[in-house]
């Protein structure tokens, strides 16, 4: 089984969520450790990307009656995410809790949503500034750190069109890690980019990942990624887990078929 050998940061307890008609997750259920690389894989549809969106509180839970007894609630470390605690009861979270509490979640997606406007010093201070205080100054050495560890010292006064799309992609990393998550997203996050630039990106990726303790929920086709980063891959299809284990067992031997036939798909891409 998983190893797990803390409390979990993360944890979907019963989630549902429904777009219209749609449900893409029903009763959801799944814990992660603080520390943990977990890597979501299955099929287009699956509800990858809506998991990580919900985290980042860019999409919203669809709500149960009785939250308290029914579940529909994400946690994050311990304490309610999607919804917020009022008179000993669960309530639907307010615009202003979540605000506050998706500073500590930082996500990183397949298109890299630079600030075009902005030279890559500002798209890595704008937010450190405006959403956690801090001042021009400091903000500005903790990009410039940030911007070295990712290889892209030389580029703080390029506009991201100046850049390649890999070069983006780093700059989208280093953006997220300002804010100093415990939590960081990836979806995707080299999909979009032409196969000689995918190696930088996930170097400076697996760099994060052996010298921070930051919990990484990842979304990615790069198996060979996912097996090096990961000590756990939950395999979705609509909207519920239909396997778990580590990387090497689920790789080598996955015991379900929908585990099988998605594997056997992607590996011949
Ligand atoms: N904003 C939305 N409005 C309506 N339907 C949506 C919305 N976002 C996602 N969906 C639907 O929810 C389902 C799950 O989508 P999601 O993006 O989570 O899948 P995924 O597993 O990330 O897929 P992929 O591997 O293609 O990225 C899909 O059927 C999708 O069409
Ligand atoms: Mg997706």
Known sequence: MPSQTTDPIIKFDRVNKSFGDLEVLK???????????????????????????????????????????????????????????????LHVASERYLRQRRQKVGMVFQQFNLFPNMKVLRNVTEAQVHTLKRSKEEAESKARDLLDLVGLSDKVDNYPNQLSGGQQQRVAIARALAMDPDILLLD?????????????????????????????????????????????????????????????????????????????????E
């Open 188 to 268: 995707e996050v080299t999909s979009a980019l032409d196969p000689e630039l995918v190696a930088d990106v996930l170097g400076v990726l697996r760099d994060i990942a052996d010298t921070t303790n930051i919990t990484m929920l990842i979304v990615t086709h790069e198996m060979g990624f996912a097996k090096d980063v990961s000590n756990r891959v939950m395999m979705f299809d609509q909207g519920v887990i239909v396997e778990e284990d580590t990387p090497d067992r689920i790789f080598s031997d996955p015991q379900e078929v929908r585990t099988q036939d998605f594997l056997r798909a992607v590996l011949s």
């Open 27 to 89: 009763g959801l259920s799944f814990e992660i450790g603080a520390g943990e690389r977990v890597t979501l894989i299955g099929p287009s549809g699956s509800g990858k990307t809506t998991i990580l969106r919900l985290l980042m509180t860019l999409e919203l839970v669809t709500p149960v009656k009785h939250p308290d007894e029914n579940g529909g609630v994400i946690w994050v470390e311990g304490a309610p995410y999607s919804h917020m605690e009022k008179g000993g009861k």
